[in-house]
């Protein structure tokens, strides 16, 4: 839809005179101020390709003043989210994969042509501290969907933590992109979806690595 076919369309349905503003960044998805006379509105490009009952909950949000955002709408814009490709904004020079145990470009070029035919096409790095007072509260691993970044946490970075342990973690993050986790129509996501937990199960070192977890699970939950 061009900016115009949609302004029009969007005044109709919301019964409001719009001053509008399409972005193309992250941090403003969407944002309505109800102003005397005028509404302003800055929402991202994706909502130029929205669906008709996107386009209802939308203008039915900008008609109610101060009304919550839908969850159709809210799932929208976290599924769109996950479809855009913001990996060229990425800073590779401020990536580090080499570690003092672990190299992890090393372990993810490996588990990428294993597992996914070479296919996959995304970035690795270390972040936080080898040694951190509160383990309650860490992740191994996250990734970032619209950076296509994989983040593996330092504490792994260690001769206490299995090649095969480091290994799953990352073969984990790296699945999250080929099995996307999504929103549904009631603004549920879902994660690990069963397609999910299924190629999970296929890491040759799956079982190993759950063991090894509820061994030393201690050493990463202190409280
Ligand atoms: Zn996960």
Known sequence: MTLAVF???????SKK???LK????????????WEPGCTKVSMHRIFLEAPKNIMDALSC?????NSAVSPTVKAYIENKL????????????????????????????????????????????????SYIKNRSRFTFGLYFQ???????????????????????????????????????ESGRNHVHTPEFKKREKT???FKKAQEW???????????
Not at 213 to 223: E, G, P, Y
Request: with cysteine; proline share 2%; glycine share 4%.
């Open 7 to 13: 302004q029009k369309e969007i005044e109709q349905l």
């Open 17 to 19: 005179k719009i001053k």
């Open 22 to 33: 399409i972005n193309d960044n992250r941090s403003t998805m969407l944002s309505v101020k």
């Open 61 to 65: 949000h900008i008609r109610k003043e």
């Open 82 to 129: 996950k479809s855009l490709d913001y990996s060229s904004t990425l800073d590779k020079a401020k990536l580090v994969s080499d570690g003092n145990v672990y190299d992890l470009r090393e372990i993810y070029e490996y588990l990428n042509d294993y597992y996914f035919g070479g296919v996959l096409d995304l970035s690795i790095t270390w972040y936080g501290k």
């Open 146 to 184: 619209p950076l296509k970044l994989i983040k593996i946490h330092k504490m792994l970075d260690s001769l206490e933590i299995p090649l095969y342990f480091i290994e799953y973690v990352i073969y984990h993050e790296m699945l999250h992109h080929v099995c996307p986790s999504y929103y549904d």
């Open 203 to 205: 890491f040759k070192d």
């Open 213 to 223: 977890l509820k061994i030393n699970s201690h050493h990463f939950f202190i409280d």
